[in-house]
Structure formats: C-alpha cells, structure tokens
C-alpha cells in the first residue's frame, strides 16, 4: 500500500432517543428588485449574513456528542449560526452520545427521519448512505469559490470508505481525525527517567518498570476499550486480518493459537508485576481516563481525541505525549507503520427529502471559521486545510507522520458484537490478576464455540 501517511499526515499533524420532523426544501434564488431597492449598503449587509443562496427547509441532524461536551456545545453554535444564516431553514438535533451506535441503525430501519447523522464506524449503515461524490466536487456558501472537497484534509475524502469498506462511493466526509496511541504523560515519564517513548514490548516493560519505582501507576484502562489492548498485541503479532478471522472463529481452535497464548502471558506477566491500576476490575468509563488526566496514571490506550474528554481534569499545564503500539516479540515490526486511523463520519441519509440542503449544512459546519472553533475549543484534529493543531497534540506529529497501513480500532477485534462482550471482560479479570493466561485462552475457545 502506498503510504496513507503522507494524506494522514496531512489530517493528522495539522491531531453516540429518538424524534425528528419532517425535511424539507431548498430554494436558490438570484437578488430580487425589493431587494436591489433597500439601497447597496443594506443588500450588502444582508448577503453577507444570510449568504448568496435562499435557503429554506428543515434538517434532522443525529449527534455522537452530548450538548454538555466541548464537541456539542460547538456544534450548537454551528446549528444556531446556520439557521441564523438561513432564517427559513429549522435543523433539529438528537443528541445521542455515544448510545449513537445503539440506537441510530434501528432508528433508521424504522424510517425515523434523519438527514445528517454521525456514522458510528463500528456498525454497518451503508444501505443508508447517500454517495456525496458529486456533492463534494460543488461550491457552497461558505468554500470562499472553491469546491468543497478542496478545502478539506485529503485523507477526509479518503479514510470514510476504508473505515466503512465502501471505497466505491464516497459514503461520508470526515472531521476531527484520529488516532489509536499510547497517550502519555511526559512529566511522569520525565520524572521516572523514562528517557525515549517504548518501541518494543520490552521497552514497554522497562519503562513500566521506572515509572512504579517512581511512585505512579504504570497503565490503566476502562471497559470501553479494554479489548484495543489485547487486540492491537494480536494485531502487531499476527496481522489485523487474522485478528479479524479469530473472532469469526466458531471452533475455539484459533483461541488457542500460540499468539493468543503469547499474548495472555505478557499481560499476565504486567499483571503480576503491578503494572496496571488497582482499579481496572471496576473501572466503568470514564474513571481509568479521569486517573490518568489527575496524573496518577502514566498510560492510557486510548485516541487522539483524550485531551478533550479530559481537558477540564488534566488542566492546561498537562505534558501530553503519545506513542505508537509497541512491537511484540514475535511480530513484524509493525510499529508506527501500522496504527488505527481514521475521523469522525460525517454523513448524509440517502432518504433525505433535501440533499442539496443537507450538503450546504455540511459544508457549513466543516467551514473553515467553524473547524477552527472546533479545534480551539474542542482540542480537535482540523479537518480543513492550512489549520493549526491545538498544542496538547503537536509533540505527536512524529507517530502521526509515520503510519503506512490504518487500521481499526484494537485492531477490529471487537468486529464481533456477539462475542466482543466477553473478549472485554475475560481480558479485565485477566489484567486484574483474577484469572491467568491459561484460564483466559481456555475461556475465549469455550465461547467462541457457543
């Protein structure tokens, strides 16, 4: 594969109730004699507020975010300033938070109206997507005479169809790009004497190591994302395609391969060496993220996107780091070449009564003054082109930098929602010290076979 980092890079180092109404329709309408009489100053005024287009109609737009997020309250302001923009059009907001990835696909099986909604990349809504090739390539209110699709980030036109596996249509654009690292705190590990960010499983031991003889939990985690541990070892190990393979697996047997088995020693080993926090049995998201954003922890596994959802524990002053997955000892060297990637899934409902009024929305709020907002306020990666990083994640340019291949979260090894459950949850007593390795191999082929 040719390196996706370099369009990534681009992306990157620059970084889930019910209701709706009914859509509507737009209108374009050219300057009209009333209007010509109000004098040029006043017609002036007016299309600089309300734009060159006549907008009317209505919007249902689903949210990944809670209002009470930085993400949210941004996009209210995006909301209300579009409809302040276009007085005649009205856009409805569910938010969902994250419940987004439980609740959208019945919703739209139920024919619930919905326009815009956030593609949650862990379910298959393909069926709904309208293909936005053609729309990309127009000019609205608000790309300043260029197409839209040239004031995005590459990788934004690029990353929606390897996340959802529709590369034959442009199922959505993204926004905020992100990626999978081990985020750190640099002040813990200047303090420990950990002097280079880990590249081996080794140099992760050793650096665990200094940071317990200093004083500070080494790695914590909560049950959102507790299987992305065990996955991306798989995955550095073995590859994502086997990862993906092992949890379609009904016979138990690839459970029992030897990189599972490596794979549940060394975290057994971490264990036992009390590398993880003493809280991770019972640790419910967000408390693992909130320990590491008081400083307690060194070590988080986590997105791009954690200094935001911390921002307000962690404080300005908060030395971030972030480093990519470490190599295992049987793998391939694939650190830093290979790393979950991707954005936000920003798309539109093929059953859409308005599309052309759906994609002005879009393009509106991927605006450049709106995506800098976004970055500013929310500590997002930008979406749009010539936007600065926000600093909590400039140190990490170099990882973002270096990715070849993207790969999805934990390394898909939570592809499997019927299995995905237990995978997370033998893995938690497994780095609590409640179960061995042994105990957890044993456990996965017993479930794999049910």
Known sequence: MKRVNKVLAAALAASMVLSGCGAGTSKTAESSPSEESKGAESVAAETKEQGSKELEGTLVYWSMWNDTEPQGEVWQEIVDGFMKKYPKVKVTVQWCGRDNKKILKPAMEGNETIDIFEYPFEIDLNEYVLDLSPYVDKVYDTTDGKPFKDTLIPSLLITPGTMTGRTDILPAVGYKPWMSLFMYNRAIFEEAGVTAEPKTWEDLDASCAKIKEAGYVPITFDDAYASWLPGMYLAREKGQDWVQELVKDTTGEMWKDEAVVNMAKAFEDF????????????????????????????????????????????GPDFQWGGFSYPDVTDGAGRCGKEDPTGCTLLAVNKNTADPELAMEFVAYALSKENDAKMVERAGTTPATVDTQWPPALANMKDALELVEVPLKSGGDIASNPDLSPTISENFIKLAAGQITADEFVANMAAAAKR
């Open 271 to 314: 264990a036992k060496k009390g590398y993880f926090d003493a809280n991770v049995s019972g640790n419910k998201w967000p408390a693992g993220q909130v320990d590491f954003g008081n400083g307690k922890v060194a070590m988080y596994y986590n997105l791009t996107g954690l200094p935001t959802e911390v921002a307000d524990i962690a």
